[in-house]
């Protein structure tokens, strides 16, 4: 697999070196828009030097029982092994990852400790690179991996990763003391450091046109066989939500919603276009069809004969109009997600869409020539009842009717995790020990009740796996240090189910006692 645009910089005329880690695999790593935004936001100064990281498929946990050898993790560009960087970021988009993040520093012989990494370089001189970590799982909470990460990036990080650098690179000139090192970056608005516990707020950009859109993306050299591999553009068009569904961090999160100029975005599609051979046009953002300019953009792309590749789109959004447009760009698949198949449930989630509208977009769309509908649904929902399920699979039958072809309906069912600062941050219910079974049972019955629907296409495997992994998914999101030690553990123990319930024997702490604790209110990490 080869990867296109890469920078190759000579690492004798830069000033840092960035490694740019994505702890997941390759694959994973070109669909993240965020990797191809850093990457060139970066590599836009001459004396920085960011060079690439993902992970090898089949991990073995801990890293020792892994037979990969040490000198096979590399950069991408010029083959460099992870120690020799001054700096590793690590991009975190899912909770399950921070594993595959001890992983990677283990195998690479850097201590996951923070507190190591220092007392040995005290003691061997030995300088390891200064960890970084940011994206949607830190700004949420990043305490679940405290004793790990010297800095955090909470929020937008384009600002505040330039200051870093110029910081870094005094500190390395040794025109800054390490204490002094420390104090530039703590008076950086944005950047939380666990080893003193400063209190920071979340950073944005006022503007998202503030954000340069990366022309030169990263791109895989597809093979036939390789279809996952599209050549293709990223083009963020908004960042957050201007609803604000409870359960929802795009929303929280990203707060407040902004919309990146239209002029801004014709003139990147242009100059994309003019630089590089691609087929699709990905439209990023956590709603795109709130874009003031949603039509034009799709016809801008239509206009200039590329695919339009659209994430999820509010269900209200499907006007006649937006379908007569997908269906000009030749769209088959369109994503939708009504969360519940209850009205009511919908409702108090912050989802203010009735069943009526859902089926009569569904309807309008199985007329149109977009063969395909990704449908999401979320279940463990606080308030959830058996009689909501029930709703859900009679609302899928009902779809199930309506006339689409065969497995067109693709129906993707996961379980509600509570995300820390967002409002159902506490409810933690269905993940005590003892109603965990409650959800199997309720995706047993769901694809019981699905399975010989023609028209439809379950994606639910294995309910006791999905649970124990939204189980943990759930401790790191609402993780205080404790918890980071505990992971820590997790990991050398194997990180499966078996070792989370050794550790909790060895460190004397109940998750359901956690889970419990913040049920009652405790708030481990707060959003400034
Ligand atoms: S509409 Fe979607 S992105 Fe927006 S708050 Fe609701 S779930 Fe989140």
């Given at each position: 697999?080869?990867?296109?645009?890469?920078?190759?910089?000579?690492?004798?005329?830069?000033?840092?070196?960035?490694?740019?880690?994505?702890?997941?695999?390759?694959?994973?790593?070109?669909?993240?828009?965020?990797?191809?935004?850093?990457?060139?936001f970066?590599?836009?100064?001459?004396?920085?030097?960011?060079?690439?990281?993902?992970?090898?498929?089949?991990?073995?946990?801990p890293?020792?029982?892994?037979?990969?050898?040490?000198?096979?993790?590399?950069?991408?560009?010029?083959?460099i092994?992870?120690?020799?960087?001054?700096?590793?970021g690590?991009?975190?988009?899912?909770?399950e990852?921070?594993?595959?993040?001890?992983?990677?520093l283990?195998?690479?012989?850097?201590?996951?400790?923070?507190?190591?990494?220092?007392?040995?370089?005290k003691?061997?001189?030995k300088?390891?690179?200064?960890?970084?970590?940011?994206?949607?799982?830190?700004?949420?909470?990043?305490?679940?991996?405290?004793?790990?990460?010297?800095?955090?990036?909470?929020?937008?990080?384009?600002?505040?990763l330039?200051?870093?650098?110029?910081?870094?690179?005094?500190?390395?000139?040794?025109?800054?003391?390490?204490?002094?090192?420390?104090?530039?970056?703590?008076?950086?608005?944005g950047?939380?450091?666990?080893?003193?516990?400063?209190?920071?707020?979340?950073?944005?950009?006022?503007?998202?046109?503030?954000?340069?859109?990366p022309?030169?993306?990263?791109?895989?050299?597809?093979?036939?066989?390789?279809?996952?591999?599209?050549?293709?553009?990223?083009?963020?068009?908004?960042?957050?939500?201007?609803?604000?569904?409870?359960?929802?961090?795009?929303?929280?999160?990203?707060?407040?919603?902004?919309?990146?100029?239209?002029?801004?975005?014709?003139?990147?599609?242009?100059?994309?276009?003019?630089?590089?051979?691609?087929?699709?046009?990905?439209?990023?953002?956590?709603?795109?069809?709130s874009?003031?300019?949603?039509?034009e953009?799709?016809?801008?792309?239509?206009?200039?004969?590329?695919?339009?590749?659209?994430?999820?789109?509010?269900?209200?959004?499907?006007?006649?109009?937006?379908?007569?447009i997908?269906?000009?760009?030749?769209?088959?698949?369109?994503?939708l997600?009504?969360e519940?198949?209850s009205?009511?449930?919908?409702y108090?989630?912050?989802?203010?869409?009735?069943?009526d509208?859902?089926?009569e977009?569904?309807t309008?769309?199985?007329h149109?020539?977009?063969?395909?509908?990704?449908?999401?649904?979320?279940?463990?929902?606080?308030?959830?009842?058996?009689?909501?399920i029930?709703?859900?699979?009679?609302?899928?039958?009902?779809?199930?009717?309506?006339?689409?072809?065969?497995?067109?309906?693709?129906?993707?069912?996961?379980?509600?995790?509570?995300?820390?600062?967002?409002p159902?941050?506490?409810?933690?219910?269905?993940?005590?020990?003892?109603n965990?079974?409650?959800?199997?049972?309720?995706?047993e019955?769901?694809q019981?009740?699905?399975?010989?629907?023609?028209?439809?296409?379950?994606?639910?495997?294995?309910?006791?796996?999905?649970?124990?992994?939204?189980?943990?998914?759930?401790?790191?999101?609402?993780?205080?240090?404790?918890?980071?030690?505990?992971?820590?553990?997790?990991?050398?123990?194997?990180?499966?189910?078996?070792s989370?319930?050794?550790?909790?024997?060895?460190?004397?702490?109940s998750?359901?006692?956690?889970l419990?604790?913040?049920?009652?209110?405790?708030?481990?990490?707060?959003?400034?």
């Open positions: 697999m080869l990867v296109n645009n890469l920078i190759i910089k000579n690492w004798k005329k830069i000033a840092v070196s960035f490694a740019l880690l994505y702890p997941n695999q390759l694959e994973l790593m070109l669909s993240s828009y965020t990797i191809r935004l850093l990457y060139e970066l590599n836009a100064d001459s004396e920085v030097a960011c060079e690439l990281f993902y992970l090898p498929k089949g991990l073995r946990y890293a020792s029982r892994d037979l990969l050898n040490r000198n096979d993790i590399r950069s991408l560009e010029n083959h092994l992870p120690v020799d960087f001054d700096v590793i690590i991009s975190l988009h899912s909770e990852d921070i594993k595959n993040i001890f992983w990677f283990d195998k690479s012989s850097i201590p996951i400790e923070r507190s190591q990494r220092h007392s040995f370089s003691e061997s001189g300088i390891f690179p200064f960890i970084i970590a940011g994206g949607p799982v830190i700004t949420s909470n990043p305490l679940a991996l405290s004793n790990c990460v010297d800095a955090f990036f909470i929020g937008d990080s384009e600002p505040n330039i200051r870093f650098i110029e910081v870094f690179k005094a500190f390395k000139l040794k025109q800054l003391t390490p204490q002094q090192f420390f104090e530039e970056l703590r008076h950086i608005e950047i939380y450091l666990p080893e003193i516990n400063n209190i920071t707020k979340r950073v944005y950009l006022s503007e998202l046109d503030q954000s340069k859109i022309i030169k993306q990263l791109n895989a050299i597809a093979t036939q066989r390789q279809k996952a591999f599209e050549n293709n553009f990223f083009i963020e068009v908004n960042r957050g939500c201007p609803f604000s569904c409870n359960f929802c961090i795009s929303s929280y999160h990203n707060r407040p919603f902004r919309n990146r100029s239209y002029e801004a975005i014709v003139d990147a599609i242009n100059e994309a276009c003019f630089h590089s051979e691609f087929q699709k046009i990905s439209l990023i953002g956590s709603c795109v069809s874009h003031p300019n949603f039509p953009i799709c016809k801008c792309i239509i206009a200039k004969k590329k695919q339009i590749s659209i994430p999820s789109i509010r269900i209200e959004h499907v006007t006649d109009e937006v379908i007569a997908l269906e000009k760009g030749d769209v088959k698949t369109i994503t997600a009504p519940t198949g009205e009511e449930l919908r108090t989630l912050g989802k203010k869409i009735t069943n509208l859902f089926f977009i569904m309008k769309i199985e149109s020539k977009i063969r395909n509908v990704k449908l999401y649904f979320l279940i463990g929902l606080p308030e959830e009842s058996e009689g909501d029930e709703e859900l699979i009679s609302i899928v039958h009902e779809l199930g009717q309506l006339g689409f072809d065969k497995k067109a309906l693709r129906i993707n069912v996961n379980p509600f995790v509570p995300k820390l600062n967002t159902y941050e506490f409810e933690t219910n269905f993940y005590q020990q003892a965990i079974p409650i959800l199997i049972k309720r995706f019955l769901i019981k009740e699905l399975k010989n629907v023609s028209s439809i296409k379950l994606k639910i495997k294995n309910p006791k796996e999905i649970m124990r992994k939204a189980r943990i998914q759930a401790l790191i999101s609402l993780a205080d240090s404790s918890i980071s030690e505990f992971l820590l553990k997790y990991y050398y123990n194997g990180a499966n189910f078996n989370l319930k050794k550790v909790e024997e060895l460190e004397d702490l998750i359901d006692e956690y419990e604790k913040v049920k009652q209110g405790y708030k481990a990490w707060k959003i400034n």
